[in-house]
């Protein structure tokens, strides 16, 4: 068991053409249901329509819909 227990910060963030971007934190773990608000919220802004967002297997990512609300916004999404 750790000495010191701190709480859990989950940081996000976008690699673009241009740098870094959209970098977010989320105080506890990262879930589905934020991952699901990040398309329209925090990429939406950011994102052009060619750009491409890439999946991994981290479970907050397998949420149902995510991939249609991704390509919904004229992204392609690879998981």
């Known amino acids: 068991m750790?000495?010191?227990s701190v709480p859990t910060v989950t940081w996000v963030a976008t690699l673009t053409?241009?740098?870094l971007q959209a970098a977010i934190?989320?105080?506890g773990a990262f879930s589905g249901d934020v991952f699901c608000s990040l398309p329209?919220?925090?990429l939406g802004p950011i994102l052009m329509p060619?750009?491409?967002v890439?999946?991994?297997n981290l479970q907050a990512h397998k949420?149902?819909?995510l991939v249609d609300l991704v390509d919904a916004r004229g992204h392609a999404c690879f998981t």
Do not use: F, I, Y
């Open 54 to 56: 890439v999946l991994d």
């Open 50 to 52: 060619s750009d491409v």
């Open 25 to 27: 934190t989320v105080s």
């Open 40 to 42: 329209p919220a925090v």
């Open 17 to 19: 053409q241009q740098g």
């Open 2 to 4: 750790p000495l010191n």
């Open 63 to 65: 949420v149902a819909g």
